[in-house]
């Protein structure tokens, strides 16, 4: 059924890094999700006010939020869609979390506002009528929100959106709920045991919970997150194969959206290069990125020194330095230049992250130490990489 609704409605639906095919996407499920929720909402409401079961009612109102979250989504995905602007430059691809943090609100909202009704029901017991059509058309909406689940899941993975995969869990945890609420109308009709409120209760708390952790996925990308590293790789790849690159490091990708990438890399290239060629080998790693990946690149190029005996000999005596202290640690920038006897070594120090900041400068004093050790003759100025400068100097 979700095959033959993409095929149908979406054109070009395999090019799903189209922002016109995500829009295309977006606008199908949004559309998909009114009318189902819309059609619980209704039946549900009735249903609970036929048989006086405030768990149904409440299932009900939560089908009515999820049909105002499938209208947020909807005017998400098609603002996602729209085109960089002059207040925008970045594009609105961020406005699919802000809208998933909208969903995740409201259905925390009505979750907290059923909690409070069910508390009064449990207080208030009333009696149940049974209804064998109400009980059919409870089971039919099980099946119609795994049905929704299913469906919003398969365009969340095709396109990558956190609104959808926001509103496959929520249609998942309306199953759920749905299904407890039968559990307790079958409860009382089998054993005359009325736990309608206490099925309430666990109806809001489920939406509660379902709520929260929405917001705790969408709030990730909007604070800002730790890269993909798959597509760290793929970058740092394609930008080692050009030529005349001797390494990549000091990567941080920025997403703007789903798919929507910004990244900046630092690249050595050898000294011996003339500044046009070193531009010359920036652009083409790139454009390289950017046809490969889709993804925007900014190069910075840091010249090494590749063929100095005396610079590649310390280079080597740092990595033996640092294995020995922590496997872990790495650097690049390095730089040596001579002043008679001297070397002044300087280089950027990566550190783990589990490092604390009294680790990073112990550390870097070692580092400084065991290279004195080797030669009296060096000196060392360090940065450590995680945005706390450690300048040690030995004269």
Known sequence: MTDFLIRKFIKDYQNTDNTRVRTAYGTLAGITGIICNFFLFSVKLIVGLFMMSMAVVADAFN??????????????????????????????????????????????????????????????????????????????????????????????????????????????FDAVTTTLTLVSIAIYFLFDINIDGIAGLIVSMVVIYAGIGIARDTVKPLLGEPMDPELAEKIEKIVESVDGVAGAHDLVIHSYGPKRYIATIHVEVSVQRTLEEGH????????????????????????????????????????RVLHILDEALAFHDFRVNFEGEKALISFDLVVPYSYSEEQEHRVARQVVSLLREINPDYECTIVIDRGILEELSQS
């Open 63 to 172: 089908n009515l939020s999820d049909a105002i979250s499938s209208v947020i989504s909807l005017v998400a995905m098609r603002m996602a869609g729209k085109p960089a602007d002059k207040d925008h430059p970045f594009g609105h691809g961020r406005m699919e979390y802000i809208a998933a943090l909208i969903i995740s609100v409201i259905i925390i909202v009505v979750g907290i506002e059923f909690f409070r009704s069910s508390v009064e029901k449990i207080r208030n017991p009333q009696a149940l009528h049974f209804s064998l059509v109400a009980i059919v058309f409870l089971v039919l909406s099980v099946a119609v929100k795994l049905w929704m689940f299913f469906f919003n899941r398969n365009i969340g993975n095709r396109i990558g959106s956190e609104v959808m995969h926001a509103t496959a869990m929520d249609s998942f």
């Open 280 to 319: 010359n080998i920036a652009d083409k790693a790139e454009k390289l990125v950017l046809d490969q990946l889709g993804v925007a690149l900014v190069v910075h190029v840091d010249p090494v020194e590749l063929n100095d005996s005396r610079v590649l000999k310390i280079r080597a005596e740092v990595t």
